[in-house]
């Protein structure tokens, strides 16, 4: 998605749902009434080859979906040695409506996860703003046996949330990563963990929190 490739779409997700606690509080404002438009600067990573990866704006303006059609780490049996561990590192121009500012609330990551008995496996995110530091990583471990859909969500209290700085661009990054390891699984099966979506069902979602900038 070379170039800054435009996407929009749908998608039902509601930041008042996430956060009911915080809507009275006065640094938050609703989503403003102007659409923020994303633009996907680069997209790099063993688990997104170019053109598996979409982004989609929800139609009020509370989230962001990033989908997915490659993202697979697989270990054992006939598998590459380096398919255990996929990588994504999306690098995102969001253009904000004039006097707000945006923080990433929460994300939900969703998939289907095969582990023999034995074997293991770990969803890693970490997000940052263009020219600050990275932020520590959030992990979700697996254990196998398991043979089901997976689902795990990143939480930000309020009072910890990273704002976008007002009144400059400053493009957001988003990296994750999937990690299977064989452990003492029978070396001979196949075991996998994909954030895949090939019907658009099983996507990420990345639910925003809102205020507006300060006057000068």
């Excluded at 049996?77 to 995102?92: M, V």
């Excluded at 994300?107 to 703003?129: I, N, V």
Aim: aromatic fraction near 10%.
């Amino acid at each position: 998605m070379p170039g800054g490739l435009l996407l929009s779409g749908a998608v039902a997700a509601l930041l008042t749902t996430a956060l009911p606690a915080h809507n009275s509080s006065p640094v938050f404002d609703n989503p403003p009434p102007d659409k923020i438009v994303i633009d996907v600067a680069t997209v790099n990573g063993s688990g997104c080859p170019q053109g598996t990866a979409a982004v989609a704006v929800s139609p009020d303006n509370t989230a962001f979906t990033v989908t997915y059609s490659q993202y697979l780490a697989q270990a054992g049996g006939n598998s590459d040695p380096t398919a255990f561990r996929k990588n994504c590192q999306l690098n995102l121009i969001v253009h904000v409506p004039q006097g707000f500012t945006y923080a990433i609330a929460s994300a939900d990551y969703r998939g289907f996860l095969s582990l023999q008995p034995g074997a293991s496996a770990t969803q890693k995110a970490s997000y940052y703003f263009q020219g600050s530091s990275n932020t520590v990583p959030k992990t979700h471990p697996f254990s196998g046996s398991y043979n089901d859909d997976w689902q795990a969500t990143d939480s930000t209290d309020w009072a910890q949330l990273v704002w976008a700085p007002c009144g400059v661009q400053r493009n957001f990054n988003i990296n994750t990563e999937l990690r299977v390891n064989a452990g003492s699984a029978n070396p001979g099966k196949v075991s996998f963990m994909t954030m895949d979506s090939t019907d658009g069902d099983i996507s990420t979602i990345y639910h925003m929190a809102w205020k507006t900038c300060p006057t000068s």
